[in-house]
């Protein structure tokens, strides 16, 4: 497991954070990440879990995105919402990986992630996959 964390925190309150956000994906940013994935080409599958903000992954997913060669690789992308669903994050994956195979993903509205482990479980059955 490999967590995508950003060299600067951002806040801790839910609207700070929100605008922050925003203000990243209006410039595009790709913030420094806090560390990097060892061996990379040790891994076939990725199961890459984000926050829908603003429609699309966090602006530090794309720096973990762009920093790796995807190719061949299978991403199943996962996220928490207040609302919004996938939103177009996984066209965005596939803009950012093309030569990634990106499979269907799952929302999960964010305060019902602590009960969806049901839910979470048949998405995985459904996927065709051998883990």
Not at 81 to 93: A, N, P
Not at 106 to 123: D, R, T
Request: hydrophobic share 40%; glycine share 10%; net charge negative.
């Amino acid at each position: 497991m490999f967590h995508i964390e950003p060299v600067i925190a951002y806040p801790k309150d839910y609207a700070e954070t929100t605008e922050v956000a925003k203000k990243e994906l209006g410039v595009k940013a790709r913030p420094k990440l806090t560390g990097q994935v060892k061996d990379m080409g040790a891994y076939d599958i990725i199961f890459l879990g984000y926050s829908n903000w603003w429609g699309t992954p966090p602006m530090p997913v794309f720096t973990f995105l762009e920093s790796y060669d995807f190719t061949g690789k299978t991403i199943i992308p996962f996220c928490t919402h207040e609302g919004s669903g996938m939103g177009h994050t996984e066209q965005d994956i596939v803009k950012a990986c093309p030569k990634a195979t990106v499979l269907k993903g799952i929302a999960i509205l964010g305060s019902n992630a602590g009960s969806a482990e049901s839910e979470v479980s048949s998405w995985i059955d459904k996927l065709d996959i051998s883990l």
